[in-house]
């Protein structure tokens, strides 16, 4: 028997399985243990299915032998495959750094089940990606959720409560709309299969109820990915999360919500009727230039490091659906690699955030004064992530707005080349708060005298940054992958 | 309520046959309607009234915390295992078929299984989501009993 034709399953299955396992163990260290090698496996089988995806085949899986349209079908492409990449890696590297992280934040005999949610919140934001099933979606968005918002409560600081209710309010409501929009879909060509809704939606006679399962969609989907105005959840709940749950998070969660975004529109939906008949674009740019400049001004005068980066990421979710707005190839290339790369940047950030709070106690501003002098190479780090957030070359930032101003030179339009510059200015500001406080200004009294960090929270904060740099520099993957999934998002297209 | 003596008797009466009436629904569930999650919740209820009427202490004493809790894990387990299974035996995922000689045999093997795994998450979590609205207030300052 070989594995190598059920990857697609496994790679939902394995954590699946170490959820239940990591509480039946009832030891943080057991569970620890287990979901990293179970986070490593899944890495590994997703940079399996993009191998076997990178020639453009399409891995379908029937589960349970029920062949698709009836049974539920897995189906990985060049974007799902890239996307898995993404979160199967982030999860590989934040694991080793939870064990350090949690044990400063979560009372011990929680750890156990931190892990089993660390593990579930896993397996629904891979099973998001992989299933082409559309309530399956739906499915998989509740668990990776519902786990999301147990990780967010367990903040030591209470107001972690407090955010995490408010993204529970929000997230259900957005869970909701998403759940109707499918059902307006099933409801008028009798599919739930993704790729079979999209065959069968041009025979459908009456268009106002898939007017109103995109636009249901839409919202819900924006809602979970934070596109302005609807990012209100997302600050509170990265502030006070737990270090390494808002690194992963960061990272990953939002970035899925995109990819859903993305199949819906161009598998489902279709270009013609979202981006030709639709004002869907110019609504698309208005919110993506807001949140590009908006956020980042709110960024600018937060008074606590967490919450700054926060803003920043509603901030760089704008550059990224600005990219989807072009409908072209090179603006959904430049969507798909800032996707990967906003997400290496900001786990880089907060893990390295989370390095300061373990020291300094807390992630307000006045606290981290002077930190720069007491922990020059974390600091530096950060500043590094922050070059990156500007899109200085070197980092990954400058590749992705490379590719977002060429898709806007393609389109002619100068004065967004202006703007994406001009919101970067606004990035420096931010950055530069950092900066200023981190290295101007004389550091508190109460720092602790040994500084050491364990090896786990600093190695896997630092292969991040170096991720940050190299595919800074050497882009062949990212970009190569982000540009052949466009190419094969578009051409399943009408 | 322990002091009542209608009400004891009648909940005495009562709570096997909510329990047998529990595994009806949970074996009869892939011919009528029912099935591992309807049948979860009746085993719970049974559990839930004699907490009621007898005490929670009484009721932890039957089932408890510890294996409330191992219980909740180790229905997915079987549910997953399930699936697994069928991946072993040459199938896909979750393949039901290939679990016995006969395809329609092994449909009935694998719904069975699945169920089962259902029917104990689901009454593990409903005895767990019980025990601790009705242990708060109760042992507060943190302590978990």
Known sequence: MSLAPHLPALQVVLPLL???????????????????????????????????TAGGEVISYAIGNWPPPWGIELRVDRLSAFVLVLVAGMAAVVLPYCRQSIEREIPRDQHYLFYAMFALCLTGLLGITITGDAFNIFVFLEISSLATYVLIALGRDRRALVAAYQYLIVGTIGATFIVIGIGLLYLT????????????????????????????????????????????????AYTFAPSAVTAFLAATATKVSVYVLLRFYFSVFGES???????????????????????????????????????????????????????????????????????????????????????????????????????????????LGGLSLIGVPGTVGFVSKWYLVLAALEKG?????????????????????????????????GLPADRRLPLSLQAPAWLLV?????????????????????????GMTR | ????????????????????????????????????????????????????????????????????????????????????????????????????????????????????????????VMLKIFYMFAARGRDEDGEEA
């Not at chain 1, 600018?300 to 659906?321: E, N, W």
């Not at chain 1, 100068?414 to 406080?437: D, P, Q």
């Not at chain 1, 170096?466 to 578009?490: H, N, R």
């Not at chain 2, 979750?94 to 689901?122: C, K, M, N």
């Open chain 1, 413 to 445: 339009q100068w004065w967004l080349v202006m703007a994406i510059v001009g919101s970067s200015l606004l990035a420096v500001v931010y950055v530069w708060r950092f900066v200023e406080i981190a290295w101007f200004r004389e550091p508190p009294a």
């Open chain 1, 466 to 490: 170096a991720a940050t740099v190299y595919f800074g520099l050497d882009a062949s993957f990212t970009v190569g992958s982000a540009a052949a999934a466009a190419e094969q998002l578009l």
């Open chain 2, 1 to 124: 309520m322990k002091n009542d003596l209608v009400l004891r008797v009648v909940a005495k009466l009562f709570i096997p046959f909510i329990l047998l009436f529990a595994l009806y629904v949970q074996f009869h569930g892939e011919l009528g309607p029912g099935g591992g999650f309807q049948a979860g919740v009746i085993a719970a209820a049974g559990v839930v009234l004699h907490a009621l009427i007898f005490g929670l202490d009484a009721a932890r004493r039957i089932v408890p915390e510890r294996l409330v809790e191992t219980m909740l894990a180790a229905g997915v387990l079987i549910y997953a295992g399930v699936g697994v299974a069928g991946l072993l035996l040459g199938g896909n995922f979750l393949d039901y078929f290939v679990l016995s000689g006969d395809p329609v045999y092994g449909q009935l093997r694998g719904i069975f299984w699945v169920e089962a795994g259902v029917f104990v998450t689901v009454s593990g």
């Open chain 1, 189 to 236: 060509t009798g599919t739930l299969n993704l790729a079979d809704i999209g065959t069968r939606l041009p025979q459908v006679s009456g268009e106002r109820p898939v007017l109103a399962a995109l636009a249901f969609l839409t919202v819900g989907i924006c809602l979970k990915l934070a596109l302005f105005p609807l990012h209100q959840w997302l600050p509170n």
């Open chain 1, 18 to 52: 170490t959820a239940p396992a990591a509480v039946l163990l009832r030891s943080g260290g057991a569970a620890f243990l287990l979901v990293t090698a179970a986070a490593w496996g899944a890495f590994a089988i997703s940079l399996g299915l993009w191998q076997q």
């Open chain 1, 273 to 383: 009727l979202v981006f030709d008949r639709l004002p869907l674009p110019g609504i698309m740019l208005l919110l993506s230039l807001a949140a590009m400049f908006v956020a980042s001004a709110v960024a600018a005068f937060q008074d606590d490091l967490k919450r700054l980066l926060a803003y920043s990421s509603v901030a760089q979710i704008g550059y990224i659906t600005l990219g989807l707005s072009f409908d072209s190839q090179s603006g959904l290339t430049a969507t798909i690699v800032h996707l990967f790369n906003h997400g290496l940047t900001k786990g880089a950030l907060f893990m390295l955030a989370g390095c300061l709070v373990a020291v300094a106690g807390g992630s307000g501003l006045a606290r981290l004064a002077g930190i720069g002098r007491a922990m020059p190479v974390t600091a530096f780090g950060i500043v």
